[in-house]
């Protein structure tokens, strides 16, 4: 069975999360993709966020008409940060040695990836599906090499379409009382 994994704060979830995942799901020939709402992310712990259960809500009724989407609430069910080892580990540990891994994440966080907690062991667990972002290259897989050795064999580009929509922007929206109907 080939996963896909894409976490995030999801606050809120939206139409390029979506697309993202399809599109990885397709070209990949993942049989499913597991959305991942973080507990507490460790990378925005200076900022408020939405309550984990109206994060959960939101993904679950934004996935519901995809049966190839899944939620999983493995973050939030665990107290402390969110780190992506951590729920690969448990993800591995529910799948089974069998299943065939793919963290999804953009080239702006593939760029920041030897900041993560155990980036060396992740790769040894999953593989990165790296899709692109508005006006961001993709960072040089020599120079990350040398941080994480072995981590070029494990990242396979994707060429998702670029949705330049983001989550702040819609809460943004929402507070200006703008409409965010098709985002």
């Not at 009724?61 to 940060?81: D, M, T, Y």
């Not at 990165?128 to 006006?135: G, M, Q, S, T």
């Amino acid at each position: 069975m080939k996963v896909g994994i894409l976490g995030g704060t999801f606050d809120p979830v939206h139409i390029g999360h979506l697309i993202v995942a399809e599109g990885v799901r397709i070209e990949l020939g993942l049989d499913e993709v597991l959305f991942v709402p973080a507990g507490q992310p460790w990378l925005k712990v200076d900022r408020d966020i939405t309550l984990a259960v109206h994060r959960i809500e939101m993904v679950r009724l934004a996935i519901l008409r995809n049966s190839n989407f899944k939620l999983s609430e493995v973050e939030v069910e665990r107290s402390g940060p969110s780190y992506a080892i951590d729920t690969v580990m448990e993800l591995r540990n529910r799948l089974g040695a069998q299943a065939d891994l793919f963290f999804i994440l953009g080239c702006d966080a593939l760029a920041q990836f030897p900041e993560w907690k155990e980036p060396s062991k992740l790769i040894q667990l999953c593989k990165l599906a790296v899709v692109p972002r508005v006006d961001l290259g993709s960072p040089n897989l020599k120079d990350l090499e040398r941080s994480i050795p072995g981590v070029s064999d494990r990242v396979s580009y994707v060429a998702t379409p670029i949705i330049d929509i983001s989550s702040s922007q819609i809460r943004e929206r929402v507070a200006r009382g703008l409409s965010i109907r098709y985002l």
